[in-house]
């Protein structure tokens, strides 16, 4: 066995980051991230006006995506001003904040995509954060959402969009794993986005002609499936021009609809068809092709390409100069982290950290807010799982990364009153009769393999009735406001209404929830160095800060107070014992007033009992003192000793951390102690009062040995203990030692 | 070091107007006030898809808009798309088909072309003629 790997290798083999690919840096196949040896130089010239040369091509050579970039994608009036600029000081501009925003967007309009891809690549990852905290269009931060599932269940889609919606989405994306089911998921998704909040943006992704379909007839109010690819073989493989797309872009935005194009680090490379380019290089194409062709706003930052990039050196760097390189060509950027990259928490973490700090338009071009395998985009880099995660990461922080603790007691309520929506449109049109059992599924289902039966079929019949009846989103208001929806009704309307308005083609534009369009316009970035730029409102603050999880020491005082047990009561004051069998146990001064249970979640009754069992096995006697002048556990403990008739005493704080002492021993040393209170079982205390008791005795026994764990315990529960010690501390006073009663147990109704 | 000069700051906008004070100020297509699309006039039966959808000059000015913003590229796309508003939406879904790599002839959209100058739709119309020149180039015409 000579090449058997040792065992430090053997273990860091089966850790998950070894489940993920990793690629040597191939320039001939596309995995490269930010500079291949094969990318253009940058060049641009101009004759009388006009590009005869952009990156090394000739304006004959051009291929479809140049010769859309060089009719419409520059600003020649300043190209000559940003080609003077070096590289290194054009990345400056980026990272200096002293250089407002619209001077970089101003010069970046004049460079060709070779020259930004090259600046970007000089970015390193805290400068990247610096210029995206910087760069992005709006000031407000937000985040997107994916709603979907595997079976298309439209009660859940609903009852799962208003959740997401409730959990503070700003747009929400699903899309189909049958096509023909694509209208009932809109309606649906539609429909329980408005239970949830208003002004909440909804997309239906799938193939480009039907998701224009579903734009028209008003069930989505955004488009974001209109993907850009960075070589032309991909592009026209992609079943498009830059004209299709382009022309795209203007039907949308001629029914006053949201759109924005897809692309990423990967594709090429996926589809066999990067050209020796560098990934980098390629988004910059597409991204310039973004703003030629007059899209508001681009969702890059991998996508489905994603675990591609990131499996090269500096891949998921590129990732994010990526997205800043829409910030500023002036864009709105749906940043990614999206798609699963990696199996490693710590990798998926990481890869979304900084543009987490520095704040996007959208964090997550697509945070699954369902459950992983109900995901039919493939599971997200966050999906339902972590949203607790995430709203830690935000508090930790002191960042608004788009979310709020939807509150548990009334999501209930929420979720039935969205799949009753949809239940009650669907039979509004005859499109399918669900029943109440389903919705009850529904409500309370954690994803799809919690519904009840399967209605494939019925959801295939409803789309197509969508499809073909001519039925339209104002027919949708119309049977909301029949059902007694009408307060969903109207926010659907309001969505309706916003088209007509065209505030929201802007630039980053989102609706917060009273309506309002917040966008590069109305709400612009105006970071410009500390003290500037956004900062949460104090309600936003509170929000982020108080998740469900966070007790305060009056919770913990009224969770403990429920405990009190009437089985230790004060017999009078403890005086000094004479017999040399006796041992004492001496109990911290809030233990049987106001703490009554350790943090194993032991009844402090309980381990009194198991101390005094242990010591009389031993054939000692057990007695109970409070000492009320120390919540220190050595003093607490010597204080006991030194009533005990064998010097010997057991200390127990009431939060169960518990020690042995002997009367001639400083305060700070002791026998035996345990220290990892919230691992300690019955037996450990019972072990205790036996080798106290063997103390007593003069033996020598072995000691006790703090059971061991590599849980975070202390993460677990420090906020407790120091609540605990607040709690202790309130009931210190220099008052003389109590002599306490334990009932004997045969009379109690204890647990045991 | 650095070449910097002040620079324009991006003209600091109040906040939106919320939708139910611009109403007055907004007409639909069809020509209706905003703020008349209520949801009894939905319940009614009185509200269109026309008075759902956008007016061309309301996108005239969201591109006068654009253009303040340092998007020129964003003000020519709502500028095209100001002609598309009066395109029924299955002639839109048929010019996008056809502008698909090797769905047209070169013929095909220059008649496009033409069917577009004849709806006044001329900045539309360059665009098809323009695709048409390179697509033949490209060897993307059918």
């Known amino acids: 066995m000579a090449d058997r790997r040792v065992g430090r290798i053997r273990d860091l083999d089966a850790r998950r980051v070894n489940l993920d690919g990793f690629a040597v840096e191939n320039a001939d196949l596309g995995l490269v991230a930010l500079r291949s040896p094969y990318d253009p130089e940058p060049s641009l010239r101009l004759v009388d006006g006009r590009v005869v040369e952009l990156d090394g091509v000739a304006e004959a050579d051009f291929d479809t995506i140049d010769a859309f970039i060089a009719a419409h994608g520059l600003d020649l009036s300043v190209a000559e001003e940003a080609t003077a600029f070096s590289d290194v000081e054009l990345a400056r501009l980026f990272v200096d904040f002293a250089v407002p925003r619209a001077e970089v967007v101003r010069l970046v309009a004049g460079c060709t995509p070779a020259k930004l891809a090259r600046v970007l690549a000089l970015l390193r990852p805290a400068e990247l954060t610096m210029a995206m905290t910087k760069l992005r269009a709006r000031r407000t931060p937000s985040n997107q959402g994916h709603v979907t599932n595997r079976a298309d269940d439209p009660l859940l889609l609903a009852a799962d969009a208003a959740t997401a919606a409730a959990y503070g989405f700003r747009e929400l994306e699903t899309t189909v794993p049958v096509l023909a089911d694509a209208p009932s998921n809109a309606v649906a998704v539609s429909v329980g986005a408005a239970v949830g909040a208003a002004g909440v943006l909804v997309q239906c992704s799938v193939e480009e002609a039907l998701e224009l379909e579903l734009g028209l007839r008003g069930f989505v109010s955004y488009a974001e499936t209109v993907s850009l690819y960075g070589t032309e073989g991909v592009f026209t493989d992609g079943d498009d021009t830059p004209w299709s797309k382009a022309f795209l872009t203007s039907a949308y935005a001629s029914r006053g609809i949201k759109m924005r194009v897809s692309s990423g680090a990967g594709a090429e490379v996926l589809m066999g068809g990067a050209e020796r380019r560098s990934m980098l290089y390629l988004e910059s194409r597409c991204v310039s092709l973004a703003r030629a062709i007059g899209a508001q706003g681009v969702q890059n930052g991998g996508i489905d390409g994603a675990s591609v990039a990131a499996a090269v050196p500096a891949g998921v760097r590129e990732l994010m100069a990526e997205n800043v390189m829409v910030m500023a060509r002036n864009l709105e950027a749906c940043t990614g982290n999206d798609a699963l990259m990696s199996e490693s928490d710590v990798r998926r973490t990481s890869r979304t950290l900084p543009i987490l700090l520095a704040g996007s338009d959208f964090v997550c071009s697509g945070f699954g807010t369902i459950q992983r395998y109900d995901n039919m985009f493939g599971p997200s880099n966050w999906n339902a799982e972590d949203l607790d995660d995430w709203l830690a990461l935000q508090r930790d922080w002191g960042v608004d990364g788009g979310l709020k603790t939807a509150p548990p007691e009334s999501l209930g309520a929420l979720r039935r009153r969205a799949a009753e929506a949809v239940q009650a449109v669907y039979r509004w049109f005859g499109l399918a009769d669900l029943s109440d059992e389903s919705v009850d599924a529904a409500v309370d289902a954690v994803g799809s393999k919690d519904l009840v039966g399967d209605d494939a079929l019925s959801v295939l019949n409803a789309a197509r009735t969508i499809r073909e009846s001519g039925l339209s989103m104002v027919d949708v208001v119309t049977a909301l406001a029949e059902s007694g929806f009408e307060e969903e009704a109207e926010r659907v309307l309001a969505m309706l209404k916003a088209r007509v308005v065209g505030d929201y083609l802007q630039t980053a534009a989102i609706f917060d929830s009273s309506m309002n369009v917040l966008s590069l316009v109305t709400d612009p970035n105006d970071y410009a160095g500390p003290g500037t730029g956004y900062e949460p409102s104090e309600a936003r603050q509170a929000e982020i800060d108080d998740i469900r999880q966070a007790r305060s020491v009056e919770d913990l005082r009224a969770e403990q107070a429920s405990w009190a047990s009437s089985e230790l009561s004060v017999v009078g004051p403890a005086l000094p014992g004479t017999d040399p069998r006796e041992v004492l146990v001496g109990v911290s001064p809030a233990t049987g007033r106001e703490i009554w249970r350790t943090l194993s979640g032991l009844p402090v009754v309980d381990v009194l009992r198991e101390i005094l069992a242990g010591i009389e096995e031993e054939g000692c006697v057990g007695r109970v003192v409070r000492i009320n002048d120390t919540l220190d556990l050595g003093m607490v403990g010597l204080s006991a000793a030194r009533l005990a008739g064998s010097g010997v005493a057991v200390g127990l704080q009431a939060k169960g951390t518990a020690l042995i002492h002997r009367r001639d021993l400083p305060p700070l040393a002791n026998l035996e102690l345990y220290s990892v209170a919230p691992a300690l079982e019955r037996s450990h205390y019972r072990l205790l009062g036996v080798n106290a008791a063997r103390h007593a005795r003069g033996a020598t026994p072995e000691p006790a040995k703090n059971p061991y764990t590599d849980e975070a315990i202390e993460a677990r529960y420090h906020t407790a203990v120091v609540s605990l010690v607040a709690v202790e501390r309130g009931c210190c006073a220099p008052l003389g030692p109590d002599e306490l009663k334990v009932t004997d147990e045969s009379f109690s109704t204890g647990d045991n | ?142």
């Open chain 2, 1 to 142: 070091m650095n070449p910097f000069r002040p620079a324009t700051t991006e003209a600091a906008s109040p906040p939106s107007t919320p939708e139910v004070e611009k109403g007055s100020l907004t007409k639909a297509f069809s020509g209706r006030p905003l703020d008349s699309l209520t949801l009894d006039a939905v319940r009614a039966g009185e509200v269109t898809t026309d008075d759902l959808r956008i007016h061309p000059e309301t996108l005239e000015h969201q591109a006068q808009v654009a253009e303040q913003h340092a998007n020129p590229q964003l003000a020519a796309n709502f500028r095209r798309a100001a002609e598309l508003t009066a395109l029924d939406d299955a002639d839109v879904m048929r010019i996008y088909e056809a502008l698909r790599p090797r769905r047209s002839t070169f013929e095909e959209l220059e008649e496009i072309a033409a069917w577009l100058d004849a709806r006044n739709a001329p900045i539309n119309a360059a665009l098809v003629r323009e695709a048409a020149e390179v697509y033949r180039r490209r060897g993307l015409c059918r």
